[in-house]
């Protein structure tokens, strides 16, 4: 196996551990806070933490008329997705959540196929020979 995929199981691992502990943190702290609330607070955090990598970085352009896209990308897969996440949380304990949230690929991918949008091969199941 070559570096890179070494590096990209790597990356994806740390990946779920950090999704599964957030999680059970959501769980924990969700009694004491609101979803969107909770969601804001982590989001914020988390920008302050990436400013200085950004403006440090001066490579990444973006054309004007790709930014309301990307804008409403972001605060719908960042802001809406992660506060309806924190609702269900208050209802679903952490570990079923992270089932239910790691199976949305799987799940995309098996609407897509039903409604003719792409075809289901073995390689995008990700199943090895």
Do not use: H, W
């Not at 352009?61 to 409403?72: K, N, Q, S, V």
């Not at 959540?97 to 390689?123: D, K």
Request: with cysteine; hydrophobic share 55%.
């Amino acid at each position: 196996m070559r570096r890179e995929e070494l590096l990209a199981i790597l990356a994806g691992s740390v990946m779920g551990v950090l999704v599964g502990a957030a999680m059970v943190a959501t769980r924990y702290v969700i009694t004491q806070s609101d979803p969107a609330s909770l969601a804001l607070l982590r989001y914020s955090l988390g920008t302050l933490g990436l400013i200085p990598p950004f403006l440090m970085i001066r490579r990444i352009r973006f054309e004007g008329r790709d930014l309301m896209p990307i804008a409403l990308l972001g605060i719908g897969q960042f802001g809406i997705l992660i506060a309806l996440l924190n609702y269900g949380l208050q209802y679903v304990g952490s570990g079923l959540g992270a089932l239910v949230f790691a199976s949305f690929p799987l799940m995309t991918m098996v609407l897509a196929a039903a409604l003719r949008l792409e075809r289901m091969t073995v390689a995008k199941t990700g199943v090895c020979c």
